[in-house]
């Protein structure tokens, strides 16, 4: 038994000793056409893009989720693409991207 644990607890020392030494960090990432990164995309996207793009509103938090058609610029488009995506069904990239500029995946 004492064999047992020994052994378990040289095997274990790699582990606290190296395990540690890593630190990864991870860029969040955003459903496209999230404007708001509330985790879904919704009427409200659409619209924190109009107030982008014609001042009445805060700035987008993030760039990339609000280029919904992916051309690398977010403009009037991208909230008639989020609207017909919505209420009509259009296909949109449904993909993750993260916080980066527009058009960045
Ligand atoms: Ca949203």
Redesign the pocket.
Known sequence: MKRLILSLALLAVPFFVFGRGYEVEYEPEYLNG?????????F??SLAILFYLWGGGSELECLSPSDVDRSGVVGLEDAILGLRHVFLGADIQDCWVTCGRAGSE
């Open positions: 999230d404007t708001n990164l509330d985790g879904a995309v919704c409200d996207d």
